[in-house]
């Protein structure tokens, strides 16, 4: 599906990013796996692409760094010649009602979880633009549409991330280049493992197909969206929630 594809996953060392690294490389790419902090595990996830056969390398940036980022895409372009695939996956939260929540605290998640997006975005676009094709797809979250209490700063990023995926997918179809999102709902990783027993079992009661989601249930959809199967599809996006939100 999209072998001889080269791909940027950012957040790539664990969860669903990693999820979304292992796919591609599945199903053709190389993939260079962004972290910001956890050197190690990005290490694993590129020896694990590496047994299945891909080119990957592991890219150190912060995605809120303009700077970082600029120098990171150059380097995947220097290793790989072309990018056709990136992923904004990287992701924070830091919850609190409205009330309690301070300015940093909202401030931190709006740069890693929008402001993010826009910048990997744009650093990429030129590549894509040379090369006539590209594809993005960003990690939004169902929350993104349906709001959730305590989560003012996650929700707004997050909302604001499909809205620059539609904005974008628009100011770059002419240039053959597909902008989607991805919103899932609850999936089981280290930020719903962080959760109490009480608030895990609220969450079921709201899922429609009764269970958390799995890293690699999200993954393929990303997968799909970045091949050749959706090439007339852009600036969607597509939610992956058991149907919690319809
Ligand atoms: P996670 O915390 O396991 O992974 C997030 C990754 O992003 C980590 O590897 C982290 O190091 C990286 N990251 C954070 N800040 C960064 C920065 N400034 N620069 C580069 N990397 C950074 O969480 P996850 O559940 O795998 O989440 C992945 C994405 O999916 C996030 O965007 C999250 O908001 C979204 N999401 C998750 C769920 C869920 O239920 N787990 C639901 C909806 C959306």
């Known amino acids: 599906m999209l072998q001889g594809k080269n791909a940027l996953v950012t957040g790539a060392s664990r969860g669903i990013g990693r999820e979304i690294a292992l796919e591609l490389a599945r199903q053709g790419a190389n993939v260079a796996v962004n ?3 956890n050197e190690a595990k990005a290490q694993e996830v590129v020896e694990e692409i590496k047994a299945i056969g891909r080119n990957a390398i592991k890219v150190q940036a912060d995605v809120a760094n303009e700077t970082c980022v600029k120098e990171m895409v ?4 220097g290793e790989f010649g072309t990018l056709d ?3 904004n996956n990287a992701g924070v939260t830091r919850d609190n009602l409205l009330m309690r929540m301070k300015e940093e605290e909202f401030d931190q998640v709006i740069n890693t979880n929008l402001k993010g997006v826009f ?7 030129r590549q894509m633009m040379k090369q006539k094709s590209g594809q993005i797809i960003n990690v939004s979250s ?5 709001g959730n209490p305590g989560q003012a700063n996650y929700v707004a990023a ?3 991330v499909i809205g620059l995926t539609k904005t974008t997918a628009k100011e770059l179809a002419s240039r053959n280049i597909r902008v989607n999102a991805v919103a899932p709902g609850f999936i089981s990783t280290d930020m719903t493992d962080a959760l109490t027993e009480e608030q895990q079992a609220g969450m079921l009661d709201m899922i429609p197909l009764g269970k958390l989601g799995k890293p690699e249930e ?21 939610h992956i929630d058991g149907g919690m939100v319809m």
């Not at 150059?74 to 372009?77: A, L, N, S």
């Open 218 to 238: 999200v993954a393929k959809v990303v997968r799909f969206l970045a091949s050749e199967d959706a090439s007339y599809i852009t600036g969607q996006t597509i």
């Open 85 to 87: 695939i990136l992923v």
């Open 119 to 125: 910048i990997c975005t744009k650093a990429v676009t």
């Open 158 to 160: 997050k909302a604001g």
């Open 142 to 146: 169902i929350v993104g549409v349906s």
């Open 35 to 37: 972290f910001s902090g």
């Open 74 to 77: 150059k380097e995947v372009i």
